[in-house]
């Protein structure tokens, strides 16, 4: 009898991990299509595509199939635009009345898609779908974004926990100098003063052209509803070796809204250096630092339009890119 007993439990530990052993060979979790465009702090996924004077531009989109097991199958993702998940975001995270903040949705003219359809072969988790851009005269004063997403068809299922079926692309080009800047070292002084300056902590430039960027003029800030009147435009001439190793050369500085009242203008000789170094504790990274040496005047006409106040901005600003120089992808080797 005790022999019997023992039998029959060894024939249902066998039954047991014979059926384990079995599920294995199946799906635990179903494949579902996603993309890969994961949200940052600003509730989209920033994109980086150099400045090319043509405005030609293109990005590769991974569209992934997920799951415990590969692909085994040939799947045709349908791509397209979506919508409506922008004015969602745009309600949520800017305050009422201040549209003027709202990310803007890419128009039609600025991208094509090659094809509607991302075809993922059997054996490929993942797939890149190309976005092909023409981005000449885009206003970089805007917040553009282009929103994509995963349309639903019956070959397969898409991923929507956390909206990874959607990809909202925030447009960023970049040439050598934009970026953002260390700016404690820019003293904002009221014209005909020499004390208790205003100090703002940093500035973002965006480009203008290829040796061109611009930025916001003393501490006018971000979200200013009048921005767009104060912007500077810095264009690096220009350089040559200086006695350092270091390429340097001269500024030039003038005004980007030529009937603004702003009356932004250069004082004296502005100056930029350009630093490249070894990283001190990651030999495959390199430090591209870029000093700004600037001193201009500006008149804030919307603060209080019947008492505008003229600025005298002096100082340094500072960026510093770090560069993977294992990975041969520009776009790819920049540390965001």
């Known amino acids: 009898m005790k022999k019997l007993y023992i039998l029959g439990i060894m024939s249902v530990v ?18 579902m299509i996603s993309f890969k465009a994961p949200v940052g702090s600003n509730g989209v996924c920033d994109i980086y595509m150099r400045y090319q004077p043509d405005g030609t531009a293109s990005y590769e989109l991974p569209v992934i199939v997920s799951g415990t097991r590969d692909n085994g199958r040939n799947i045709n993702v349908k791509i397209g635009v979506d919508n409506d998940t922008l004015y ?29 359809v991302c075809q993922i072969p059997a054996g490929e988790n993942v797939q890149n779908y190309t976005l092909n851009f023409n981005l000449k005269g885009l206003d970089l004063n805007e917040k553009w974004v282009l929103p994509l997403n995963v349309e639903e068809d019956p070959s397969y299922v898409r991923n929507i926990r956390k909206g990874w079926c959607k990809a909202l692309l925030g447009i960023n080009l970049y040439n050598d100098y934009s970026g953002t800047y260390s700016t404690t070292l820019m003293n904002i002084y009221v014209d005909g003063t020499t004390n208790d300056p205003a100090i703002v902590d940093n500035r973002v430039t965006r480009v203008v052209d290829n040796n061109s960027i611009f930025f916001y003029a003393g501490s006018v800030w971000e979200e200013d509803e009048n921005r767009s009147k104060y912007k500077v435009i810095v264009t690096f001439n220009e350089g040559e070796l200086n006695k350092d190793g270091n390429m340097a050369g001269s500024l030039t500085i003038k005004q980007g809204d030529p009937t603004s009242g702003a009356n932004i203008v250069p004082v004296g000789d502005c100056t930029y250096e350009l630093i490249v170094q070894k990283h001190e504790t990651k030999p495959y990274l390199e430090r591209h630092i870029t000093i700004l040496r600037l001193e201009y005047k500006y008149t804030d006409f919307t603060s209080d339009p019947k008492n505008p106040i003229i600025y005298d901005v002096k100082g340094s600003m500072t960026m510093e890119r770090q560069i993977n120089t294992l990975i041969p992808d520009q776009d790819q080797a920049i540390q965001w």
């Open 14 to 31: 066998c039954v047991f991990f014979g059926s384990c052993n079995d599920e294995w060979k199946e799906e635990l979790h179903s494949q």
């Open 88 to 116: 969602h975001l745009n309600t949520e995270k800017f305050a009422v009345g201040r549209k003027d903040l709202w990310y803007r949705q890419l128009p039609e003219n600025f991208y094509t898609f090659p094809s509607e």
